[in-house]
T-cell receptor, first 115, second 113 residues
Framework: AQSVAQPEDQVNVAEGNPLTVKCTYSVSGNPYLFWYVQYPNRGLQFLLKYITGDNLVKGSYGFEAEFNKSQTSFHLKKPSALVSDSALYFCAVRAYGGATNKLIFGTGTLLAVQP | NAGVTQTPKFRVLKTGQSMTLLCAQDMNHEYMYWYRQDPGMGLRLIHYSVGEGTTAKGEVPDGYNVSRLKKQNFLLGLESAAPSQTSVYFC????????????FGAGSRLTVL
């Protein structure tokens, strides 16, 4: 079965420190991987995606993610956290099969950045 | 540049009542989706559509029906609401193709008493 796991419900980091939000996946074939962010009482917003090519993907707001095929991981990173980065982060993978690009989402990780 | 618009934003129902959530997109996207978001469970796909006049079941379709009579609209119906359907519902749309990004609406919070 295809799935996405975000092992941490919450990540706490001090402003200015680097942050990592973890994601691992299980999918048949080559994955399409995505990160979305959700601010309170808002819909999800796209951050970045990996389709093919360079394993390090850069996205919005200074975020980046590294695709690691051997570890089936796609961790989200940022060199220096901001208080405004505090939000709920979702990793997602495209499910193979069918004529659609429906996504399977992880359970989400709450990022709390302390001033 | 409205993107994806959901109505209503909030609704309280009694068990057994019916209602319809409306999703409208102005990006000419082929694909549309309805997800529900519950604490600790992430987003789960209810139904989706790959084009006008077509719909398909997602991960958790029971208790819901959908229709896509016009390309820009995707309706989610609850015929007989149950407390287990208390949730936040998100509509999303995307262009055709696996690498394309989903654009989400702001969500509709439904409480079933």
């Amino acid at each position: 079965a295809q799935s996405v796991a975000q092992p941490e419900d919450q990540v706490n980091v001090a402003e200015g420190n680097p942050l990592t939000v973890k994601c691992t996946y299980s999918v048949s074939g080559n994955p399409y991987l995505f990160w979305y962010v959700q601010y309170p009482n808002r819909g999800l917003q796209f951050l970045l995606k990996y389709i093919t090519g360079d394993n390090l993907v850069k996205g919005s707001y200074g975020f980046e993610a590294e695709f690691n095929k051997s570890q089936t991981s796609f961790h989200l990173k940022k060199p220096s956290a901001l208080v405004s980065d505090s939000a709920l982060y979702f990793c997602a993978v495209r499910a193979y099969g069918g004529a659609t690009n429906k996504l399977i989402f992880g359970t989400g990780t709450l990022l709390a950045v302390q001033p | 540049n409205a993107g994806v618009t959901q109505t209503p934003k909030f609704r309280v129902l009694k068990t057994g009542q019916s209602m319809t959530l409306l999703c409208a997109q102005d990006m000419n996207h082929e694909y549309m989706y309805w997800y529900r978001q519950d604490p600790g469970m992430g987003l789960r796909l209810i139904h989706y559509s790959v084009g006008e006049g077509t719909t398909a079941k997602g991960e958790v379709p029971d208790g819901y029906n959908v229709s896509r009579l016009k390309k820009q609209n995707f309706l989610l119906g609850l015929e007989s609401a149950a407390p287990s359907q208390t949730s936040v519902y998100f509509c999303a749309s995307s262009a055709r193709g696996g690498a394309n990004v989903l654009t989400f609406g702001a969500g509709s919070r439904l409480t079933v008493l």
